[in-house]
């Protein structure tokens, strides 16, 4: 399956949506448009406007992933909401790592655990872990396990359901998911060669992890009121 990064961004946050504001879900076009264009928990930030939107849940419509729900019970207008759970079989827990990966692209479980805390409560990292290694252990995998960023201990995971935006970092080669937590190769699983970043490459990938975290910075000043 490869979403496009409209559908990615649709999807995650519907997910989002669902686990945190149940009250108000399913979605209207316009507050699913703020959801994808919101500056916090998201990586990158995004503008999009509403056709925009409305054509990429369509597609994911197409595919199964989202439903159109019609206007009832005093609601005027049209509403939508994923279908992801029921394609992809995925408890609470592996709805919200896919949806922290589709919003943020790849990620160490730590982080994982962190900011998934508020979509589906606390959990231990080797529980986080367990469930990364099972989404990566199927016969289609959902998650894959990449190497270290430059100046992380962790191995990083990102989603397989299409090319992932924050996919910046160095192009380094993707380990099974029976491999140890640490371990990294410089030839994956099919044989071809992957080469290492060039020194311009990595220095984009940090700016670019500089302005995530200026943003998140930002963000919870806001929060606090500073």
Same mark, same amino acid.
């Given at each position: 399956?490869?979403?496009?990064?409209?559908?990615?961004?649709?999807?995650?946050?519907?997910?989002?949506?669902?686990?945190?504001?149940?009250?108000?879900?399913?979605?209207?076009?316009?507050?699913?448009?703020?959801?994808?264009?919101?500056?916090?928990?998201?990586?990158?930030?995004?503008?999009?406007?509403?056709?925009?939107?409305?054509?990429?849940?369509?597609?994911?419509?197409?595919?199964?992933?989202?439903?159109?729900?019609?206007?009832?019970? +005093?609601?005027?207008?049209?509403?939508?909401?994923?279908?992801?759970?029921?394609?992809?079989?995925?408890?609470?827990?592996?709805?919200?790592?896919?949806?922290?990966?589709?919003?943020? +692209?790849?990620?160490?479980? +730590?982080?994982?655990?962190?900011?998934?805390?508020?979509?589906?409560?606390?959990?231990?990292?080797?529980?986080?872990?367990?469930?990364?290694?099972?989404?990566?252990?199927?016969?289609?995998?959902?998650?894959?396990?990449?190497?270290?960023?430059?100046?992380?201990?962790?191995?990083?995971?990102?989603?397989?359901?299409?090319?992932?935006?924050?996919?910046?970092?160095?192009?380094?080669?993707?380990?099974?998911?029976?491999?140890?937590? +640490?371990?990294?190769?410089?030839?994956?699983?099919?044989?071809?060669?992957?080469?290492?970043?060039?020194?311009?490459?990595?220095?984009?990938?940090?700016?670019?992890?500089?302005?995530?975290?200026?943003?998140?910075?930002?963000?919870?000043?806001?929060?606090?009121?500073?």
């Amino acid at each position: 399956m490869e979403l496009t990064l409209e559908e990615q961004r649709v999807l995650g946050c519907l997910v989002e949506k669902e686990l945190t504001t149940p009250q108000q879900y399913p979605l209207t076009l316009n507050a699913l448009t703020l959801a994808c264009n919101q500056s916090s928990n998201r990586d990158p930030v995004v503008s999009y406007d509403e056709a925009t939107v409305e054509e990429a849940v369509t597609q994911a419509k197409t595919r199964g992933l989202a439903r159109f729900v019609h206007p009832s019970h +005093g609601r005027s207008a049209l509403r939508y909401r994923h279908e992801l759970a029921e394609q992809l079989g995925l408890d609470r827990r592996q709805l919200a790592l896919v949806s922290v990966l589709l919003l943020r +692209g790849p990620q160490t479980p +730590g982080e994982l655990r962190g900011r998934t805390e508020r979509l589906a409560g606390s959990s231990e990292l080797v529980d986080v872990e367990a469930e990364l290694g099972a989404l990566a252990g199927r016969q289609e995998p959902l998650v894959v396990r990449l190497g270290r960023a430059p100046g992380q201990k962790e191995d990083r995971f990102a989603h397989c359901l299409g090319p992932a935006a924050g996919r910046s970092g160095p192009p380094v080669a993707a380990v099974g998911a029976t491999a140890s937590a +640490g371990a990294e190769s410089e030839i994956p699983h099919d044989g071809a060669q992957r080469p290492w970043p060039t020194p311009d490459e990595e220095l984009s990938w940090l700016r670019s992890e500089v302005q995530a975290l200026r943003r998140d910075l930002d963000d919870l000043r806001r929060q606090l009121g500073a």
